[in-house]
């Protein structure tokens, strides 16, 4: 079984754009919150999450099973996932 992709994002970044078309040109299942677009405690308790994997919040974030990437590294993303 594949590992499970979670991205945390923004939805301006163009970095966050073009690892969530990477993942969709590679048939990659994956989930993603755009942090941006949310409110309130909702954002708090997320953005908490993304410092416990990337202190500097900085996007994207994304998580690979136990592999954290921080930023769109292609080269990484695909070793990761075995592509």
């Given at each position: 079984?594949?590992?499970?992709?979670?991205?945390?994002?923004?939805?301006?970044?163009?970095?966050?754009k073009?690892?969530?078309?990477?993942?969709?040109?590679?048939?990659?299942?994956?989930?993603?919150?755009?942090?941006?677009?949310?409110?309130?405690?909702?954002?708090?308790?997320?953005?908490?999450?993304v410092?416990?994997?990337?202190?500097?919040?900085?996007?994207?974030?994304?998580?690979?099973?136990?592999?954290?990437?921080?930023?769109?590294?292609?080269?990484?993303?695909?070793?990761?996932?075995?592509?």
């Amino acid at each position: 079984m594949a590992a499970k992709v979670k991205m945390f994002t923004l939805s301006t970044c163009s970095h966050c754009k073009a690892t969530k078309k990477f993942m969709q040109d590679n048939h990659i299942v994956f989930d993603f919150v755009d942090v941006d677009l949310l409110q309130g405690n909702e954002r708090q308790k997320v953005l908490e999450e993304v410092m416990q994997y990337n202190p500097a919040r900085s996007f994207p974030t994304i998580l690979i099973g136990d592999t954290i990437i921080i930023g769109f590294k292609e080269k990484d993303i695909k070793e990761v996932l075995g592509i």
